[in-house]
């Protein structure tokens, strides 16, 4: 039994090195918007759904407003349902612009997501050769559209999502959210997803998420996706079926995002989603003993006085740090706490599992149904 335990602890921290050495690739592979992109004649039409946003949304719109080098910019955004004003938020922190229309959503069907179905609403009514969805909970800087449109165009793609920067406050939040950047960065060859069309090879973000209109509609946009609860991924696989590339890029100099204010809020979030992300229980409980193997049997082996088991931990550790430093999070000293992040989220994906086979699966005040 030692033996074999001394055998995992090895394994173990070969495997963390390997994926360490892949994230060390990965950053330097990673495209990143430019810093200064040259003017956008293309028409862009940006999209925002919101519900309940009236305590943040405004400094979303005025980064949208005050974006530069975008000669042809529409903004729409559309109130979901909302109960708190959010309509008139946007209203008076448009100011009177008149490239911001507000727009009132219709409800979604019984167990359909309410974001894919807001989406679908908004493209349908953008004029725009690109098609930019922004979170209303984004703020993105001056530069932003100018650039994902850049990198879109030079690139020949056909969606681009660059990943906000995330901020995150609060003990839960600093232990979970890093691993957003984190899982995609260590475990997606970012090359290759690019110009696979495997689904598999997928990760987006719908926080800023740009796409060629044309490959929009090509794909049957969020309308051929509206029972998805990651809708984001579930677009970029609907691109990539119909023949268009995309891929997940570094967005943290040109966005930000507060996604969680508190550990009820990412509780309740990855709850929401996490059983859609493993795709089965079968595949969750391989994924939850395939994380928990790699990055947190090596540094329980190393409190026993492992060599291998400190050194499967180091590598872990610097699979944190990489991913804080290309992607605009904190390094120190939460990258030392790798696995109590890796720990929190296995119990993350349990508890979603058991919301689902519950039925009480719920977001911003609605079921998500069992056809979600």
């Not at 995150?168 to 899982?183: E, K």
Request: charged share 20%; hydrophobic share 50%; aromatic share 4%.
């Amino acid at each position: 039994m030692k033996r074999l335990l001394r055998a995992a602890v090895r394994g173990a921290a070969v495997g963390s090195a390997l994926a360490a050495a892949h994230a060390l690739v990965n950053a330097r592979l990673m495209r990143v918007p430019a810093a200064a992109p040259p003017g956008c004649r293309e028409a862009v039409s940006v999209l925002v759904p919101a519900r309940d946003e009236a305590h943040r949304i405004a400094p979303a719109v005025e980064s949208l407003l005050a974006q530069r080098n975008v000669s042809d910019l529409e903004i729409i955004v559309l109130d979901d349902g909302s109960t708190d004003g959010t309509a008139d938020e946007v209203r008076r922190a448009a100011g009177g612009d008149a490239r911001v229309r507000v727009v009132t959503g219709e409800a979604p069907p019984d167990g359909v997501p309410g974001k894919p179905h807001a989406c679908a609403q908004l493209a349908e009514l953008a004029r725009g050769r690109v098609l930019v969805f922004v979170d209303a909970d984004v703020v993105l800087a001056p530069h932003a559209i100018a650039s994902a449109v850049a990198l879109l165009r030079d690139n020949d793609l056909d969606l681009v999502s660059p990943f906000p920067r995330q901020l995150a406050d609060g003990t839960g939040a600093r232990l979970v959210q890093p691993l957003l950047q984190w899982s995609w960065l260590v475990f997606l060859p970012l090359r290759l997803a690019e110009r696979s069309p495997r689904p598999s090879l997928s990760a987006a973000n719908g926080q800023f998420l740009v796409v060629d209109a044309a490959a929009y509609d090509r794909c049957g946009g969020f309308r051929g996706i509206a029972t998805a609860v990651l809708d984001d991924i579930a677009l970029l696989r609907a691109v990539k079926r119909s023949g268009g590339r995309g891929v997940v890029v570094d967005g943290s100099t040109v966005a930000d995002c507060r996604m969680y204010e508190d550990w009820a809020q990412v509780r309740d979030g990855y709850e929401k989603s996490l059983w859609s992300a493993t795709g089965s229980p079968a595949g969750a409980a391989v994924l939850s003993l395939v994380l928990a193997w790699l990055y947190v049997l090596p540094p329980v082996a190393a409190l026993a006085g492992s060599r291998a088991g400190a050194a499967g931990y180091a590598a872990g550790v610097l699979t944190r740090v990489v991913t804080a430093r290309h992607t605009g999070g904190r390094v120190w000293p939460d990258a030392l706490a790798h696995p109590v992040s890796v720990g929190v989220l296995v119990t993350l994906i349990g508890r979603s599992w058991r919301a689902r086979r519950a039925g009480r699966l719920r977001w911003k005040g609605r079921s998500l149904g069992e056809s979600s």
